[in-house]
């Protein structure tokens, strides 16, 4: 069995099976759609309050990667898509005229986060909040709004249907084999090296394959990457190349952000939920936040797997000298304890106890809107912070602060992360609803909410006003009719 993911990355998560599709079985799918119901409703009532307040939870948590820790994004995805479509061609034999090709501002502005791939037609979709398909590209051709609608029949397709109202059923099963939406900074260089591709097949044929048969070998430069093991025994050049110049691909955690989590942990419970194996995520937080980067925390979960980690009953693990050594339960489990793998249920007894309440309100920051979002809203009512770095970068209304990685961040292909277009104006994105509907509140960095006291009050999404959990404003590219 391989076991990948050193990333807390909606794709990468799974490759720790051969087979993707084998995560979470059909009787725990079923059982999380009956419950879906009844915790979007939960959902709902704790939606009806306006305002957020850090101080109103016994226990907040917190993603590592792109929360907390932050990526210089230029540099990371064009080395990961150097290694990628080396990989491909020295390997699989692809065509490097094609996969070698610059990342040229043209190709740069192709990337986008959130982008979804249809492996079998070789397109690649941004979708609206109802999972209709506004956009498509096949390779890197766009199709008009009539082509969409030849290929996916009144712009709409299953797999989308499944992903757009329960993604767990897409992120196992045969449908995790046809479609993928690329939820962060580690996968986002697949759109490009996917379409790339699909323009080097059609260009040799003059015409679309039937089926296309790419994904298998994505899939296994993904595992040449990010194999968990291959940081310890430095086989990934990924890895190697991470050690031997972190202050290039790493930005410092500031120390207001370092602080501010410190005083939370003074009155609060605090723990830790990361999908980077134990010695990497060490590796990373001792980089930018410092070496007592644990004493931050109650207590560390890695390589937890999500987002079955908020729906399977996975074991937890104890960990010595970054390896994992002895199955335990989570009565078994310490304060200020290291563990990996494990389960929500189990970690939110543990947290309980710590915290001496026996329902304790529970709290998690991230950035990934299925891993750490929707999915653990919609299956277990944990209430969510968004960090999104788009927000950053597209600007908000009336203000605009400059992101370092602004370029790869912004693309004027696909428009607004937030939104889509419709004909002559925009409405919300899927990925935008997402934010709206599963998240109290939505910031472009930690930054924003460390100068404010945990007792401080936001104005919190309410399934009504759709910009008034966007804080310290709503995104520059969101419909302008919802901003009026």
Not at 189 to 209: G, M, Q, T, Y
Not at 370 to 375: A, E, G, K, P, S
Request: overall charge negative; some cysteine.
């Amino acid at each position: 069995m391989i076991k990948i993911t050193q990333k807390s990355i909606s794709f990468f998560h799974k490759l720790q099976h051969k087979v993707i599709a084998r995560g979470v079985t059909p009787a725990i799918i079923s059982r999380n759609r009956l419950q879906i119901r009844e915790l979007s409703l939960l959902s709902k009532r704790h939606r009806e309050m306006s305002t957020f307040k850090f101080s109103d939870y016994d226990c907040i948590g917190f993603d590592l990667d792109n929360t907390i820790l932050w990526y210089n994004i230029t540099n990371m995805v064009e080395m990961e898509y150097q290694m990628m479509a080396k990989f491909l061609v020295e390997n699989k034999g692809y065509d490097p005229e094609y996969l070698e090709k610059p990342l040229t501002d043209e190709a740069i502005d192709f990337l986008q986060k959130g982008l979804i791939l249809d492996f079998d037609r070789g397109n690649i979709l941004k979708t609206n909040s109802e999972g209709i398909i506004r956009m498509v590209s096949h390779g890197t051709k766009f199709l008009t709004t009539q082509e969409i609608g030849e290929i996916y029949p009144n712009q709409k397709w299953e797999a989308i249907d499944l992903l757009t109202n329960d993604p767990m059923a897409v992120w196992n099963g045969p449908w995790s084999l046809k479609v993928r939406a690329l939820m962060d900074y580690f996968d986002m260089p697949f759109s490009l090296i996917f379409a790339r591709i699909v323009d080097s097949i059609d260009s040799k044929r003059n015409e679309p394959l039937d089926k296309y048969e790419i994904w298998p070998d994505l899939y296994a430069a993904a595992c040449n990457m990010f194999e968990r093991t291959n940081f310890r025994k430095d086989h990934s050049h990924y890895f190697t190349e991470l050690k031997k110049n972190p202050n290039k691909y790493f930005r410092k955690c500031s120390n207001e952000i370092v602080e501010w989590i410190r005083e939370i942990k003074k009155e609060r419970t605090t723990f830790l939920i990361t999908g980077s194996n134990v010695d990497f995520a060490n590796f990373t937080a001792t980089h930018t936040i410092g070496e007592d980067w644990k004493s931050l925390f109650d207590v560390v979960v890695c390589f937890a797997k999500k987002p079955g980690f908020f729906v399977k009953d996975s074991p937890f693990w104890t960990v010595d000298d970054h390896e994992e050594k002895e199955m335990i339960t989570g009565a078994e489990m310490k304060k200020g304890g290291v563990y990996s793998q494990g389960n929500w249920g189990e970690l939110k007894s543990f947290l309980g106890r710590l915290c001496k309440q026996e329902s304790p309100r529970c709290l998690y920051v991230g950035d990934n809107l299925l891993q750490d979002v929707q999915i653990p809203s919609t299956h277990v009512g944990l209430e969510t912070v968004v960090v999104s770095e788009e927000l950053h970068a597209e600007g908000m209304v009336n203000i605009a602060w400059p992101h370092p990685d602004e370029k790869y961040l912004v693309s004027s292909v696909w428009g607004s992360y937030f939104s889509v277009p419709d004909g002559e104006k925009r409405e919300d994105s899927h990925w935008s609803t997402i934010v709206e509907s599963y998240s109290r509140i939505c910031i472009p960095s930690l930054k924003v909410v460390a100068h404010q006291n945990i007792d401080d009050g936001f104005q919190a999404f309410d399934g009504g006003d759709k910009t008034r959990g966007f804080h310290p404003a709503a995104p520059a590219g969101i419909p302008s009719e919802i901003i009026s």
